[in-house]
């Protein structure tokens, strides 16, 4: 077995679990499922914005190594990664993507592992700290992405 096949089924069976933890709620396609490190305020503060936009949210903070092996098991490449990473309805969520646009994936439901919103861009929900222009990113299955929103 190729290692890119190894990495798929671990993302796989990563999304399974995820989405098997986070209840019923997650079939309704609006419970996330939020892992982040310790003392990441920024996680708090994208949660928050999540919830004012409806979103049930179950957070769980755990260590980075731990964190970081979710990340890789998600299919996520390390240049597509942020300080947390999300789960819903069988997407991976990684950073501060905002909630209209979780929104839209959901909605359109593309064969995708999910969105990406890569480093802390400052002006992100949750981030909030200026207004430099950043992309959302759509990851699709074989680990590459393309451009999903722009913020500008």
């Not at 964190?67 to 789960?87: I, N, R, V, W, Y």
């Not at 861009?121 to 393309?146: F, N």
């Amino acid at each position: 077995m190729t290692s890119t096949l190894k990495r798929a089924l671990a993302g796989a069976i990563l999304l399974t679990t995820a989405v098997a933890a986070a209840g019923p709620a997650l079939g309704a396609g609006k419970m996330l499922k939020v892992f982040s490190a310790e003392g990441c305020e920024c996680c708090h503060l994208w949660i928050a914005h999540m919830k004012s936009a409806g979103f049930s949210v179950n957070g769980e903070v755990i260590d980075y190594n731990r964190l970081d092996t979710m990340k890789q098991e998600a299919g996520l490449e390390p240049e597509q990664t942020s300080c947390h990473t999300a789960f819903i309805d069988g997407y991976v969520i990684e950073g501060h993507v905002p909630a209209r646009e979780v929104e839209r994936l959901l909605a359109e439901r593309p064969n995708a592992r999910g969105l990406a919103a890569p480093g802390m861009p400052a002006a992100a929900p949750g981030m909030d700290m200026g207004d430099d222009p950043y992309d959302v990113l759509l990851i699709h299955k074989d680990g590459t992405s393309e451009v999903y929103a722009s913020y500008r």
